[in-house]
Antibody, heavy 119, light 108 residues
Framework: EVQLVESGGGVVQPGGSLRLSCAAS????????IHWVRQAPGKGLEWVSL????????YYVDSVKGRFTITRDNSKNSLHLQMNRLRAEDTAIYYC????????????WGQGTLVTVSS | EIVMTQSPATLSVSPGERATLSCRAS??????LAWYQQKPGQAPRLLIY???TRATGIPARFSGSGSGTEFTLTISSLQSEDFAVYYC??????????FGQGTKLEIK
């Protein structure tokens, strides 16, 4: 069974930092790219970042470029999102989500971790 | 950036009836469109990819159609568990991947 389990969310002050993690199981991790997608309270879905299966390629939405960094450790089946200089508008549930090898959509989602940026 | 627009924002339908949800892209995306279902307090779930291919385990009452800029998700006979929010997502031109704002399907 494919499982993606996020952790690391919490409350942080504006300008602060947080590191999210995603633990993967039930599939060959280094065959798949992984997305981060977020959802502000009561709002829709927003794609944040993608890392390729090998980790060599990374992509970001403009609003987080230069502040967020996505990395992965294929030896530990884990993914991370380092979030710096956080803003109130970064408040959201953050989902890690699997990208299938043959398409750029999401075929499995984690349950998400809540990040709240507030003073 | 490709903008995805869903309509209507809210759709009220009775159980057993058909529901038709629309998604429009600001430019042609061929068939690179996915549909997701999200219930309250849950993560989204993939329903359809490639505009019309059902994901693993998705019931046959869900069908997708369209290409280019106009797409439709049809639920042929609504069950109680189908009342949720539905999102479309394009994956033709990225980054960024973009989602529609969602359609809330509610019980009439």
């Amino acid at each position: 069974e494919v499982q993606l389990v996020e952790s690391g969310g919490g409350v942080v002050q504006p300008g602060g930092s947080l590191r999210l993690s995603c633990a993967a199981s039930g599939f060959i991790f280094d065959d798949y790219g992984i997305h981060w997608v977020r959802q502000a309270p009561g709002k829709g879905l927003e794609w944040v970042s993608l890392i390729s299966a090998s980790g060599e390629s990374t992509y970001y939405v403009d609003s987080v470029k230069g502040r967020f960094t996505i990395t992965r450790d294929n030896s530990k089946n884990s993914l991370h999102l380092q979030m710096n200089r956080l803003r109130a508008e970064d408040t959201a549930i953050y989902y890690c989500a699997r990208r299938p090898p043959y398409g750029d959509y999401v075929d499995y989602w984690g349950q998400g971790t809540l990040v709240t940026v507030s003073s | 950036e490709i903008v995805m627009t869903q309509s209507p924002a809210t759709l009220s339908v009775s159980p057993g009836e058909r529901a038709t949800l629309s998604c429009r892209a600001s430019q042609s995306i061929s068939n690179t469109l996915a549909w997701y279902q999200q219930k309250p307090g849950q993560a989204p779930r993939l329903l359809i990819y490639g505009a019309s291919t059902r994901a693993t385990g998705i019931p046959a009452r869900f069908s997708g159609s369209g290409s280019g800029t106009e797409f439709t998700l049809t639920i042929s006979s609504l069950q109680s568990e189908d009342f949720a929010v539905y999102y479309c997502q394009q994956y033709k031109n990225w980054p960024p991947y973009t989602f529609g704002q969602g359609t809330k399907l509610e019980i009439k």
